[in-house]
């Protein structure tokens, strides 16, 4: 993909665009990189989601792009403020990999599953549709999401690229 107005958007991090740019994180492994994008408009968004809920916080100021619950209703904010429209909105998603194998299945080991439902879920409850995934795994991904498109790239060591 071009790299013309690379936007970077860090782990626990979002970050929007409106008519140009292309959104980039890096390093997703049990992280799920979310996109949304209204296609009338071009306005999109990528967060970088690290955890599922922000119910299990423990640090004083919440970041609220680390967490799935909390950073997709602010990026939606933020996507408003620049003219987008919820009911105009798709989702494409990628990351959410299991990287470790343990020797149990304890819930609070599936962090990069429970990441993708956690997503969806946020999803339903906006009525946004995800048109497109990229998900589970044993390997991470680089994501980026040109907001003139809607073209996701997926690239990984062990897949290559793969667009959605």
Request: aromatic residues 4%; charged residues 20%; positive net charge.
């Given at each position: 993909?071009?790299?013309?107005?690379?936007?970077?958007?860090?782990?626990?991090?979002?970050?929007?665009?409106?008519?140009?740019?292309?959104?980039?994180?890096?390093?997703?492994?049990?992280?799920?990189?979310?996109?949304?994008?209204?296609?009338?408009?071009?306005?999109?968004?990528?967060?970088?989601?690290?955890?599922?809920?922000?119910?299990?916080?423990?640090?004083?100021?919440?970041?609220?792009?680390?967490?799935?619950?909390?950073?997709?209703?602010?990026?939606?904010?933020?996507?408003?403020?620049?003219?987008?429209?919820?009911?105009?909105?798709?989702?494409?998603?990628?990351?959410?990999?299991?990287?470790?194998?343990?020797?149990?299945?304890?819930?609070?080991?599936?962090?990069?599953?429970?990441?993708?439902?956690?997503?969806?879920?946020?999803?339903?409850?906006?009525?946004?549709p995800l048109k497109a995934e990229d998900t589970g795994g044993n390997f991470g991904r680089t994501i980026e999401f040109n907001c003139e498109?809607?073209?996701?790239?997926?690239?990984?060591v062990q897949h290559g690229v793969k667009e959605l």
């Open positions: 993909m071009i790299q013309d107005n690379l936007i970077k958007v860090g782990m626990a991090d979002l970050n929007v665009a409106h008519l140009t740019g292309v959104l980039k994180t890096t390093g997703l492994g049990s992280c799920v990189g979310l996109t949304l994008f209204d296609s009338t408009a071009k306005v999109a968004g990528m967060a970088h989601v690290m955890l599922p809920s922000s119910d299990i916080a423990r640090e004083g100021t919440l970041n609220i792009a680390k967490y799935a619950d909390t950073a997709l209703p602010e990026m939606i904010r933020q996507m408003e403020k620049l003219g987008a429209q919820v009911r105009r909105m798709e989702a494409k998603m990628a990351g959410g990999a299991q990287m470790f194998s343990f020797g149990t299945q304890s819930e609070t080991m599936r962090i990069g599953p429970r990441n993708v439902e956690s997503c969806k879920a946020i999803l339903n409850q906006y009525r946004i498109t809607g073209l996701l790239s997926i690239r990984s």
